[in-house]
């Protein structure tokens, strides 16, 4: 069956960077894109980009361009998300979710979640 | 960019239909896709383009899109349908995703 696996929670501070590991299993890894979606504390789904794990090329939200960088290893399955130049406001869970196709693009397996915390 | 408005909450009795809406300008000529969120887990996919049904997920989900509204609708409403529900559409031209802002249904 199709899973994600991401890395623990993570505190960092303001200025900081943090990087956020999901590892696919189940499902053949390039075949499939990589979504990064964010959810700050009580509010709603925001879209940050996707990876393709075929050719490695990305395609990030405007808001954060220059902030995020999305990889992957095909070796182990594993797709990255980094975030650079922390600000309060990023505090979120961060969820990597797999791609799929159809007439349109969705996604339609999600990782468990990772709790992304920037405090001084 | 294109925006997704979505009721921000939805109250139905146990056994009564659910009706949440998505509208952005011509939604209609889009793809739309539904995820249920309950609390303290991630979102899953309940139906994408516009009425499709992952399996597992049961046929009291449904969905509909036309004009400047999408209609998730969910039938004979079960105590265990409690949860935000978010809308999301595929911008082609830049293809980037766009996630409406989220309704919380409850059950009475």
């Known amino acids: 069956q199709v899973q994600l696996v991401q890395s623990g929670a993570e505190v960092k501070k303001p200025g900081a960077s943090v990087k956020v590991s999901c590892k696919a299993s189940?499902?053949?890894?390039?075949?499939?894109?990589i979504s990064w979606v964010r959810q700050a504390p009580g509010q709603g789904l925001e879209w940050m980009g996707w990876?393709?794990?075929?050719?490695?090329?990305?395609n990030y939200a405007q808001k954060l361009q220059g902030r995020v960088t999305m990889t992957t290893d095909t070796s182990t399955s594993t797709a990255y998300m980094e975030l650079r130049s922390l600000r309060s406001d990023d505090t979120a869970v961060y969820y990597c979710?797999?791609?799929?196709?159809?007439?349109?693009?969705?996604?339609?397996?999600w990782g468990q979640g990772t709790l992304v915390t920037v405090s001084s | 960019s294109y925006v997704l408005t979505q009721p921000p909450s939805v109250s139905v009795a146990p056994g009564q239909t659910a009706r949440i809406t998505c509208g952005g300008n011509?939604?209609?000529?889009?793809?739309v896709h539904w995820y249920q969120q309950k609390p303290g887990q991630a979102p899953v996919l309940v139906v994408y383009?516009?009425?499709d049904r992952p399996s597992g997920i049961p046929e009291r989900f449904s969905g509909s899109n036309s004009g400047n509204t999408a209609t998730l609708t969910i039938s004979r409403v079960e105590a265990g349908d409690e949860a935000d529900y978010y809308c999301?559409?595929?911008?082609?031209?830049?293809?980037?995703?766009?996630f409406g802002t989220g309704t919380k249904v409850t059950v009475l």
């Open positions: 979710a797999r791609r799929a196709y159809s007439s349109s693009s969705f996604v339609d397996y």
């Open positions: 189940g499902y053949t890894f390039t075949s499939y894109g």
């Open positions: 990876i393709s794990a075929y050719n490695g090329n990305t």
């Open positions: 011509n939604i209609g000529s889009k793809s």
């Open positions: 383009d516009d009425s």
């Open positions: 999301q559409v595929w911008d082609s031209s830049s293809d980037h995703y766009v």
